[in-house]
Nanobody, 115 residues
């Protein structure tokens, strides 16, 4: 199994920045992709960004150019640097570890962007 603990959420004004962190532990050698997802009230959970074991990244169109995902295997942490935040980025952000066929989720961290 894999355990995930997110941190770094909070309240920020539009145009501001936040960096989310996700520390992973357990069977880390089995992890293929790490990703960040978000879920706003009344909406489905959606992929924000992911990164595979080779370092290749993928972003939702809505965050391209503003968010950056990175991974530091030395400290078992994946980051999501968020810049130029918008009110529509408000959501609970979840870290995900994909070990195929299983996926693991963190508890989520709230990001609120005020206008």
């Amino acid at each position: 199994q894999v355990q995930l603990v997110e941190s770094g959420g909070g309240l920020v004004q539009a145009g501001g920045s936040l960096r989310l962190s996700c520390v992973y532990s357990g069977r880390v050698s089995s992890i293929n992709e790490m990703g960040w997802y978000r879920q706003a009230p009344g909406k489905q959970r959606e992929l924000v960004a992911d990164i595979n074991s080779g370092g290749s990244t993928n972003y939702a169109d809505s965050v391209k150019g503003r968010f950056t995902i990175s991974r530091d295997n030395a400290v078992n942490t994946v980051y999501l640097q968020m810049k130029s935040l918008k009110p529509e980025d408000t959501a609970v952000y979840y870290c995900n570890a994909n070990t195929r066929p299983f996926g693991y989720w963190g508890q989520g961290t709230q990001v609120t962007v005020s206008s």
